[in-house]
């Protein structure tokens, strides 16, 4: 599995920004696509999942009501959609995959249950 983000960058506070991870996978479905983050010092956190057999989704108490996670599975794709931002939002952010194991796919806030990792994109929230 290879993953590949773009759209990071720098944006003003209260400002939006989407990410896009595409994925070289056989069978999209089989997989769950989870969006982290690292901050400079901190450990690395989940922001959000998306299954993509059938859409189900979770989502960080941090980013509720500012983030979206949504999928293009056509193309491989999902996305994070970032409004509100603020400072803390600045992070080096990953998407990850988990596979289907045992028949299932399950979304989780942990970067152990992931497999594979993109390289990174810089998220940078400044005025």
């Known amino acids: 599995v290879q993953l590949v983000e773009s759209g990071g960058g720098l944006v003003q506070p209260g400002g939006s920004l989407s990410l896009t991870c595409t994925a070289s996978?056989?069978?999209?479905?089989?997989?769950?696509v989870g969006w982290f983050r690292q901050a400079p010092g901190k450990e690395r956190e989940g922001v959000s999942c998306l299954r993509i057999e059938d859409g189900d989704t979770y989502l960080a108490d941090s980013v509720k009501g500012r983030f979206t996670t949504s999928s293009d599975n056509a193309k491989n794709t999902v996305f994070l959609h970032m409004t509100n931002l603020s400072p803390q939002d600045t992070a080096v952010y990953y998407c990850?995959?988990?596979?289907?194991?045992?028949?299932?796919?399950?979304?989780?806030?942990?970067?152990?249950?992931?497999?594979?990792w993109g390289q990174g994109i810089q998220v940078t929230v400044s005025s």
């Open positions: 996978v056989s069978h999209f479905a089989d997989y769950a």
């Open positions: 990850a995959t988990a596979p289907r194991l045992d028949g299932e796919v399950h979304c989780s806030a942990w970067d152990y249950d992931y497999s594979a």
